[in-house]
């Protein structure tokens, strides 16, 4: 009897291992009710098979084509038509069921449904599958949405419309995309991922381009521009030569601008380019930041000895809690200076200002005033405050930096 148990156990086990591999969210769930359900039931097991086993699928969905390839392993790539001009997506998808007559198909952050403009979905509501069609609406929007089967040969053939697409236009956008969403970021080690420099490319009415190249030498941040010419005759990247640049010593003569994937490259190898918008650090400061501590021992000269600790915290609103010293009784006090945060994706930066006064543990007579009064703390708080704003990337996983766009001033935090 109980070797029949473990057997059947074992069984059931195996089972259960399958049907997660499939992209079920609660693989148990299926068997607490298959003795209930009929044999006809629509099974996520079998939709699962008949997206990976296809060349792929395609939809017409508000107004625009979308191609997709599913794999075994839950991977998903999405594509569209022109009507998109955005390069093709790569996430995860899952499948899941609602009672014996809906499967749930859900694309990771939508997919390339993400730019819709609106009736966005993630969730395929299934209600019916054949050999070469999936029927299905959205979950949140309700509208149709019928997956139809192509060949491997299609699915090429519509990349290759869209990659020439994408090409025309960021060839005829290419100045203008450079003035806008290329015009800053930084350069990384290639192979350690570390911070190597910031830059900032600007353009006057003569159509004259520079390069403002803004590293860390030791302790002292440098900001030095460098002229720029650009290049955009070839038919699949643009050249941006670079007079006299070099970054810790080893020389970069070039960026380049592929059409193809919107992307940007240098000439060394060493270097790779991190387009760090400055609104994806606004969204992380505004929604999953945690508490950030000042590195005293790691900060530009102008801004060195701050006493005791200053953190960037994690409340809502934000603050930058200073702690301006011991008050009599071995009290100690604490005051938040409330953050307001805006980005510009343009300069790059992120801006702060400062909309109140938050006192922690109380308050022991004008404490804003102790800590304005104390020089490097006003510094400090300038800094942070100026309307020039400050540029912020993480370096590798252990510390955040903030740097100033204009001055020398920088400090780092950590992570």
Not at 160 to 189: C, P, V
Not at 205 to 222: A, M, P
Not at 312 to 333: L, M, Q, Y
Not at 356 to 370: C, E, K, P, T
Request: glycine share 8%.
């Amino acid at each position: 009897k109980n070797i029949m148990k473990k057997l059947i156990y074992i069984m059931l086990s195996l089972c259960c291992f399958v049907l997660y591999s499939c992209g079920m969210t609660e693989p148990w769930k299926d068997w607490e009710n298959e003795g209930n359900m009929s044999e006809d039931r629509l099974r996520p097991s079998e939709v699962k098979d008949l997206l990976c086993t296809t060349g792929g699928w395609k939809m017409a969905y508000e107004g625009v084509t979308f191609y997709f390839q599913f794999s075994e392993d839950g991977a998903v790539t999405s594509d569209s038509d022109e009507s998109l001009l955005k390069n093709a997506v790569e996430t995860d998808y899952s499948l899941d069921f609602e009672g014996e007559k809906v499967v749930l198909l859900t694309l990771q952050n939508g997919g390339m449904l993400q730019y819709l403009g609106e009736n966005q979905e993630n969730t395929f509501v299934i209600t019916g599958y054949s050999d070469s069609q999936i029927v299905a609406t959205g979950q949140v929007n309700g509208k149709t949405m019928i997956l139809n089967s192509v060949t491997a040969v299609e699915l090429q053939q519509a990349k290759e419309r869209k990659r020439l697409a994408i090409i025309a236009y960021n060839k005829a956008q290419a100045m203008e995309i450079l003035k806008t969403d290329l015009s800053n970021g930084l350069l990384r080690n290639a192979s350690t991922n570390q911070f190597a420099a910031h830059y900032a490319m600007s353009c006057d009415d003569d159509d004259n381009w520079k390069i403002k190249i803004s590293l860390l030498d030791g302790k002292i941040l440098k900001h030095t521009e460098y002229a720029m010419t650009i290049n955009t005759t070839n038919d699949e990247k643009a050249t941006l030569s670079i007079d006299g640049l070099t970054v810790n010593g080893v020389a970069v003569g070039a960026l380049y601008y592929k059409y193809d994937t919107g992307d940007l490259s240098t000439d060394n190898p060493a270097f790779k380019v991190d387009l760090n918008k400055s609104s994806d650090m606004l969204k992380t400061y505004t929604s999953s930041w945690k508490t950030h501590i000042v590195d005293r021992d790691n900060i530009c000269d102008h801004l060195t000895g701050l006493l005791t600790q200053i953190e960037f915290d994690d409340r809502s609103p934000r603050n930058i809690i200073v702690c301006p010293g011991e008050t009599g009784a071995g009290k100690w006090h604490y005051v938040g200076f409330v953050i307001n945060a805006t980005a510009n994706d343009a300069t790059g930066c992120v801006y702060f200002e400062n909309t109140g006064i938050n006192y922690i543990l109380g308050s022991y007579g004008d404490d804003a005033g102790v800590v304005r009064s104390i020089p490097v703390y006003s510094s400090f708080l300038d800094f942070c405050f100026s309307d020039k704003g400050v540029w912020m990337y993480e370096d590798s996983d252990s510390y955040l930096y903030v740097i100033s766009p204009v001055s020398d001033e920088w400090f780092r935090m950590k992570i």
